[in-house]
């Protein structure tokens, strides 16, 4: 059974700081293409960033910058360092594991507000 825990999340001013991780089990992690995606009240689901298991990355242009994306394949977890909040940061957060298959974790609420 695969399984992807996020946690991390939680209320933060802007210009604050939160570290989301997402711990896997169920799979072979280090084969996996890991990402942060979100989804805002109304707004469809966005790519965040994303990492290759060799330590590629790629983010969206609206967290360049602020946000850093890392994974740890012996630990079988990915985290997402966001700095700078903004509060159009403020969504829930999910982990995404990606090969021929796709999993979803549960989602984290990421709300930046003073």
């Known amino acids: 059974q695969v399984r992807l825990v996020e946690s991390g999340g939680g209320l933060v001013q802007p210009g604050g700081s939160l570290r989301l991780s997402c711990a896997a089990s169920?799979?072979?992690?280090?084969?996996?293409?890991m990402g942060w995606y979100r989804q805002a009240p109304g707004k469809q689901r966005e790519l965040v960033a994303w990492?290759?298991?060799?330590?590629?990355?790629n983010y969206a242009d609206s967290v360049k910058g602020r946000f850093t994306i890392s994974r740890d394949n012996a630990k079988n977890t990915v985290y997402l360092q966001m700095n700078s909040l903004k509060p159009e940061d403020t969504a829930v957060y999910f982990c995404?594991?990606?090969?021929?298959?796709?999993?979803w974790g549960q989602g984290t609420q990421v709300t930046v507000s003073s």
């Open positions: 995404n594991a990606q090969m021929t298959s796709s999993y």
């Open positions: 169920g799979i072979i992690f280090s084969d996996y293409v």
């Open positions: 990492i290759f298991s060799g330590g590629r990355t």
